[in-house]
Structures are given as structure tokens and as C-alpha cells.
């Protein structure tokens, strides 16, 4: 059974930081590229960062291109996501997900105050 548990969210003010963890288990993480996404309250859920499963090739939304960074370690079955210069749009619950599964995680709500 899959299984994903995001946390590392919390209130910070504008142009502060925040890393968010997603440990996993229930599949072969090191062959999954993995994902984070967000989703602000009323809106659909945003794909904003993605890395593949030997930690190459990030690539970002153009959203937080620049300021986030994903990684991952695949010894600890764990994907991450660095979120600095955070700005108030960036106030969401962030999901992480792993490509080709359809479970997601509770969440974790990051909310950035002006």
C-alpha cells in the first residue's frame, strides 16, 4: 500500500524559508520520479516541482522557479522541497506524489504572512 506523509509546513513571514519532507513507503521510491504540489483553498492542485527518480532533471513551475528547489534521498525513501523567499501567494497546502501512483498524502499547510 502506498503511502505518502508531506510535513515541514508552518507560518513564516514574507522572504522567509521552509523545507518540506515526504517520506514514503509502499513502492520502489528509487524508480518513481516524485512530484509537489499545491493547492490553494477553491482552486485545483498545482503541479509546482518534479524530479526524477535518480534525483536528476528538476524542473519547476514558473510560479517558484528560482526560490524552491526540490531533491531527494533515495536511501531514505524521502523527497524534499526548499522553499525560500517565501511570498504570501505561495500560502497553500502542499501535497507531495509520486508519478504513475494515484494516492496522495494529507498535506502540510504552508502559510506566508505579508
Known amino acids: 500500500q502506498v503511502r505518502l506523509m508531506e510535513s515541514g509546513g508552518g507560518s513564516v513571514q514574507s522572504g522567509g524559508s521552509l523545507r518540506l519532507s515526504c517520506s514514503t513507503s509502499?513502492?520502489?521510491?528509487?524508480?518513481?520520479?516524485m512530484n509537489w504540489y499545491r493547492q490553494i483553498p477553491g482552486e485545483g492542485r498545482e503541479l509546482i516541482a518534479t524530479?526524477?527518480?535518480?534525483?536528476?532533471?528538476?524542473r519547476y513551475a514558473d510560479s517558484v522557479k528560482g526560490r524552491f528547489t526540490i531533491s531527494r534521498d533515495n536511501a531514505k525513501n524521502t523527497a524534499y522541497l526548499q522553499m525560500n523567499n517565501l511570498r504570501p501567494e505561495d500560502t497553500a497546502v502542499y501535497y507531495c506524489?509520486?508519478?504513475?501512483?494515484?494516492?496522495w498524502g494529507p498535506g502540510t499547510q504552508v502559510t506566508v504572512s505579508s
Open positions: 524530479i526524477t527518480g535518480r534525483g536528476t532533471n528538476p
Open positions: 506524489r509520486a508519478t504513475g501512483y494515484l494516492d
Open positions: 509502499g513502492f520502489t521510491f528509487s524508480e518513481s520520479a
